[in-house]
């Protein structure tokens, strides 16, 4: 069990374009979650999918923000025309079932730089 | 909405001193509470949680909380820090629903 792992780790892109973020969660956990959190804030929640249902979503995300978990596995979070507020550090966080479903273990974030 | 309140921002403190982080937050019903840690450079782990029964939790490093209901508080307590326990510590509560709510975060620097 190697963790939730984020690719990239770091992203610069200009305003406007657009940007893609993979996580892969541990290896049999059921649910996904997406978070963004800013410089001198905690995590705030965008969404959250079990298995490929996104079943909640923030209205922190707006209509630029899609995120998709195609097969219940992977997850990729896609900006569009990014703007600078969109500077953020994202993260992932996995989840298995039952109980121990709120225990959610987070990656090591992907940092945006919109510039 | 659910909100979680920190009320420590920054705190210095040096080695061997004891160590209490205010957590409050604000659901009237059930919760999970949690608390996450981040060192430098690491991304976030858990700490300890609370879900039901014993109020008192102990968690890794030596770490405990108390969940006080009627305070509607959860505050995270270290009788004899580390400079290895510098690192920013967030508070957190899952109520019926699949989220996490955090706090804004307190950190934490401990002087050797």
């Known amino acids: 069990d190697t963790g939730v792992s984020q690719d990239p780790r770091h992203k610069i892109t200009k305003r406007g374009q657009n940007v893609t973020f993979r996580c892969d969660p541990i290896?049999?956990?059921?649910?996904l979650y997406w978070y963004r959190q800013t410089l001198g804030q905690g995590p705030e929640f965008l969404t959250y999918?079990?298995?490929?249902?996104?079943?909640?979503k923030s209205r922190l995300l707006s209509d630029r923000f899609s995120a998709e978990r195609p097969k219940g596995s992977f997850s990729t979070l896609e900006i569009q025309r990014t703007e600078q507020g969109d500077s953020a550090m994202y993260l992932c966080?996995?989840?298995?079932?039952?109980?121990?479903?709120?225990?959610?273990?987070f990656g090591p974030g992907t940092r945006l730089t919109v510039t | 909405a659910q909100s979680v309140s920190q009320h420590n921002h920054h705190v210095i403190l040096s080695e061997a001193a004891s160590l209490e982080l205010g957590c409050n937050y604000s659901?009237?019903?059930?919760?999970?509470l949690f608390w996450y840690v981040q060192y430098p450079g690491q991304h976030l782990q858990l700490l300890l949680k609370?879900?039901?029964?014993?109020?008192l939790v102990k968690g890794i490093k030596g770490f405990e909380a108390e969940f006080i209901k009627s305070k509607f508080s959860f505050n995270l307590r270290k009788p004899s820090v580390q400079w290895s326990d510098t690192a920013e510590y967030f508070c957190?509560?899952?109520?019926?629903?699949?989220?996490?709510?955090f706090g804004g975060g307190t950190r934490l620097m401990v002087k050797p």
């Open positions: 966080a996995s989840s298995s079932a039952g109980q121990i479903a709120y225990e959610q273990y």
């Open positions: 290896s049999e956990h059921n649910r």
């Open positions: 999918f079990q298995n490929e249902a996104q079943l909640e």
């Open positions: 659901y009237g019903g059930t919760v999970n």
């Open positions: 609370y879900f039901s029964g014993d109020p």
């Open positions: 957190a509560v899952n109520p019926p629903g699949n989220m996490l709510t």
